[in-house]
């Protein structure tokens, strides 16, 4: 897969890729809920708190209490729990974009 059927989920794709760039981070993540809103973040390490992107986005979504997630992209590093999106929305579409644009959907 070289690109995205859904032009919002290149969006997501181009927040987090820049993101990712901007920072220097090893993960980061682009969500979109079910009103369109987006959020991003990048992986949090430090000596009290660890978070993968995938974590991070969700928290920073769910502190604007969303009500559903349509889908999410990461960028970067491939490790991530996936498991707090579907939890949360089980129809929400997760990709993976590694450092050389190559697309994988992981659910």
């Known amino acids: 897969m070289s690109s995205f059927e859904n032009a919002e989920d290149q969006k997501l794709a181009t927040l987090a890729t820049s993101t990712l760039k901007r920072t ?5 993540a ?16 430090s000596p009290s708190l ?15 209490q ?4 349509e889908g999410v992209v990461v960028a970067g590093d491939a490790t991530g729990d996936t498991s707090v999106i579907f939890t949360h929305s089980p129809q929400a ?10 697309i994988a959907a992981l659910r």
């Open 24 to 28: 220097g981070a090893d993960q980061a």
């Open 30 to 45: 682009a969500l979109r809920d079910t009103t369109g809103r987006t959020y991003v973040a990048i992986s949090i390490a």
């Open 50 to 64: 660890n978070l993968d992107a995938i974590q991070a986005v969700f928290t920073v979504a769910m502190a604007s």
């Open 66 to 69: 969303i009500a559903g997630i």
């Open 93 to 102: 579409t997760i990709f993976h974009i590694d450092q050389s644009g190559v």
